[in-house]
């Protein structure tokens, strides 16, 4: 009596899917993990591209159409200084705990103003941005958001060209040079009374959390760098008096 032919395996066995399912699985980690590690170095090099993009346009130095990114370089290499400064607002060498981060704007080898990172609550999640001012210490020369969760057509207008035109001119001292910060009107600015009205820009309608939020992160910021505004007013101050 012959023997029966071998019985071919079943490749559909329930070993053979959790061996082909646990393959598969480690071969797209694999791949991942590749991209990811491949990328990273462009990935951070557009994270510093557009980091430099937001801080030129605070510093009204390009428009919210984008130039090419040789010209990005050049404007930001020629015109934009990164210092680190100490909570009395003078520029430091090294790192030191407390320190702050600035910018400071430049032309023709002179410091034209100063930019600051604003990093505050949203209604949704982080509002990142930028504040520049004048070499006076008080006047908003620009402004600009790059990284929010604001709900598009309402809180996300923060990101809207209008929107940040709006601050600049604004001022964080009042007629009595004191320290009233900058912020977002509920509604209108126009519709404020007279004294305030240089310290607010026009709210955006729907969205009132957001503005609130953004004024009270604005305004935490402007006080941590304090010392930074007033050493530029103490300059513009001596330099009127010599002028005298």
Same mark, same amino acid.
């Given at each position: 009596?012959?023997?029966?032919?071998?019985?071919?395996?079943?490749?559909?066995?329930?070993?053979? &899917?959790?061996?082909?399912?646990?393959? @598969?699985?480690?071969?797209?980690?694999?791949? /991942?993990?590749?991209?990811?590690?491949?990328?990273?170095?462009?990935?951070?090099?557009?994270?510093?591209?557009?980091?430099?993009?937001?801080?030129?346009?605070?510093?009204?130095?390009?428009?919210?159409?984008?130039?090419?990114?040789?010209?990005?370089?050049?404007?930001?290499? &020629?015109?934009?200084?990164? &210092?680190?400064?100490?909570?009395?607002?003078?520029?430091?060498?090294?790192? /030191?705990?407390?320190?702050?981060?600035?910018?400071?704007?430049?032309?023709?080898?002179?410091?034209?103003?100063? /930019?600051?990172?604003?990093?505050?609550?949203?209604?949704?999640?982080?509002?990142?941005?930028?504040?520049?001012?004048?070499?006076?210490?008080?006047?908003?020369?620009?402004?600009?958001?790059?990284?929010?969760?604001?709900?598009?057509?309402?809180?996300? $207008?923060? $990101?809207?060209?209008?929107?940040?035109?709006?601050?600049?001119?604004?001022?964080?001292?009042?007629?009595?040079?004191?320290?009233?910060?900058?912020?977002?009107?509920?509604?209108?600015?126009?519709?404020?009374?007279?004294?305030?009205?240089?310290?607010? &820009?026009?709210?955006?309608?729907?969205?009132?959390?957001?503005?609130?939020? @953004?004024?009270?992160?604005?305004?935490?910021?402007?006080?941590?760098?304090?010392?930074?505004? /007033?050493?530029?007013?103490?300059?513009? @101050?001596?330099?009127?008096?010599?002028?005298?």
């Amino acid at each position: 009596m012959s023997n029966p032919p071998n019985k071919p395996p079943d490749k559909n066995s329930k070993k053979n &899917v959790i061996l082909f399912s646990l393959l @598969l699985s480690v071969i797209c980690s694999l791949m /991942i993990t590749a991209a990811a590690v491949g990328l990273k170095g462009f990935q951070m090099a557009n994270m510093e591209l557009d980091k430099k993009i937001n801080i030129l346009k605070a510093a009204n130095l390009i428009s919210h159409k984008k130039p090419s990114k040789e010209k990005i370089n050049e404007l930001y290499s &020629v015109h934009i200084k990164e &210092v680190t400064v100490d909570d009395q607002g003078k520029i430091i060498e090294n790192y /030191i705990p407390n320190s702050l981060n600035l910018y400071f704007f430049q032309e023709d080898g002179l410091v034209k103003g100063y /930019i600051l990172p604003i990093n505050t609550r949203g209604l949704w999640g982080k509002i990142q941005g930028y504040l520049a001012f004048e070499n006076d210490g008080q006047t908003v020369s620009g402004f600009s958001v790059f990284s929010h969760s604001e709900t598009p057509g309402l809180g996300g $207008e923060i $990101e809207s060209a209008w929107f940040q035109k709006s601050f600049k001119g604004k001022k964080i001292l009042n007629s009595e040079n004191k320290f009233v910060s900058v912020g977002i009107a509920k509604g209108k600015a126009a519709n404020l009374p007279k004294d305030k009205q240089a310290h607010y &820009v026009d709210g955006i309608s729907g969205a009132t959390l957001t503005g609130k939020y @953004l004024s009270q992160g604005i305004k935490q910021t402007l006080i941590k760098y304090d010392s930074v505004s /007033i050493t530029f007013r103490q300059k513009q @101050l001596k330099a009127q008096k010599e002028t005298q």
